[in-house]
DNA sequence: AATTGTATGTTGTTAAAACAACAAAAAATA
DNA sequence: TATTTTTTGTTGTTTTAACAACATACAATT
């Protein structure tokens, strides 16, 4: 197991070495290789295990009976996943968790974390404290795809979506973890009706693209 | 300060009445009254307090320049909200936090909470797992208004919300805490299309209604 | 009770996105 | 390199929701 690796991830941060075995050993940690489109987690199922992404990167799913599918967030290396239902004992998945690209996955069971904690495991408190910041920052990514969606027209989310990229690149310039059928998922729309969508914001001059690389043209910025 | 009522949320829950006491006089507890439609919290704020709602109730919204609202989240009496923006330090508030009623705030700092606990405040430790799973909880919230939403439909996003009310209510009769405007806020469509495809819900006999009391009829409910 | 205001329902028109079907380009594989 | 598969872009058609404008019902206020 790759210490320095834990170490730097949100949910690990602030803990030492030593620490991190107890944690591996209290949490049962168990890991698993999954192959792209993979389904990691299904709705429906009951978890009591976080899922945290060693490589790879896997994306929460909602697929319902007519194969409608939207993606409500992405979660890369070093970040987990089914926080949320591992910490309310019997609440069901309302999404699928789908590997995005071959990964690997580490689990790590919850059970004890909530438990008043032993004197034995001190580092319980720590690694609370780090899940709570962690959820935060999940509602978070839940809120924004919120407002990327909350737009009725096409161009309204892509707008809001990319300056919103932009924004945390820090650059005009930026590339996106979707290809084009997954941004759709994403936003909530026709796959055809936004690739035509960016097609005539290109002509337009807003913006320009090429894959996953995105230019937005600011009136400054020429 | 009624401690009965505060003892009985979430938040506080596990607390005694003194601990309750010193954790208003910690956080540095206030209360304000706001009137129907005044705005608690603007988008773009910086906040370091979560709000209690004491009496009344509250909409998260988000409210776009040209006019267009989206409801996010409802929040009822003992519940809060903003705690996802008050626990990351500097992150700007991207949605409203609107008063759906007449109602009264309690708000409480959360700068020291964040940080590790001094031994005079031994409750710390409580509230932050308090937090945690409000904050999952809310993360299920969200979720599940994505879902609500993730039919291109309006009767996709109807019936979705609406069988989920009836499941957790328990019960195919049920009474939403929205008028017809904010229900199309929270589906994020245009309310006289919604009210046209209640209408029409209703003339096929699939639901019943009369103002905000729903009756869905299964086939084996008449 | 009369009046004003607000919420809900109804209808027709318009705009826009979904959908389907295909073409072109790029990537993966043999 | 050739071939297959996947991804992206394009176009025309159809469906549907937004929009606007109004009618009705209900609630609140004086």
């Known amino acids: 197991m790759n210490y320095s690796f834990l170490a ?19 949490l049962q940690a168990t890991t698993k290789e999954y192959k792209k489109d993979e389904i990691i987690y299904y ?16 994306n929460i ?9 939207s993606i409500l967030d992405h979660i890369e290396s070093g970040q987990i996943f089914a926080e949320t239902y591992s910490l309310i004992p019997n609440e069901a998945l309302m999404v699928d968790v789908v590997a995005a690209q071959n990964c690997e996955i580490l689990f790590l069971n919850t059970g004890k974390l909530v438990q008043v904690c032993s004197n034995t ?3 319980h408190n720590k690694i609370v404290r780090n899940l709570l910041t962690i959820s935060a920052r999940k509602n978070l990514n839940l809120s924004r795809r919120s407002l ?3 737009s009725k027209s096409i161009r309204g989310r892509l ?3 990319l300056s ?12 996106i973890p979707f290809n084009r059928q997954q941004l759709a998922d994403y936003l909530g729309v026709d796959r055809s009706a936004m690739s035509n969508e960016l097609s005539k914001m290109q002509k337009e001059g807003i913006l320009t693209f090429s894959k996953n690389t995105f230019k937005i043209n600011t009136p400054a910025n020429d």
Do not use: W
Not at 164 to 175: I, W
């Open 121 to 123: 495991c001190t580092f």
């Open 61 to 69: 799913e909602s697929n319902d009976i007519l194969g409608n599918k």
């Open 164 to 175: 919103q990229q932009a924004q945390s690149n820090e650059n005009y310039q930026f590339t």
């Open 43 to 58: 709705a429906g199922d009951v978890v009591d295990s976080i899922g945290m992404v060693l490589s790879g990167s896997v």
């Open 159 to 161: 707008i809001s979506y």
């Open 8 to 26: 730097n991830t949100l949910l690990l941060s602030g803990t030492t070495d030593n620490e991190i075995k107890s944690i591996l050993q209290c």
């Open 148 to 150: 990327h969606t909350s």
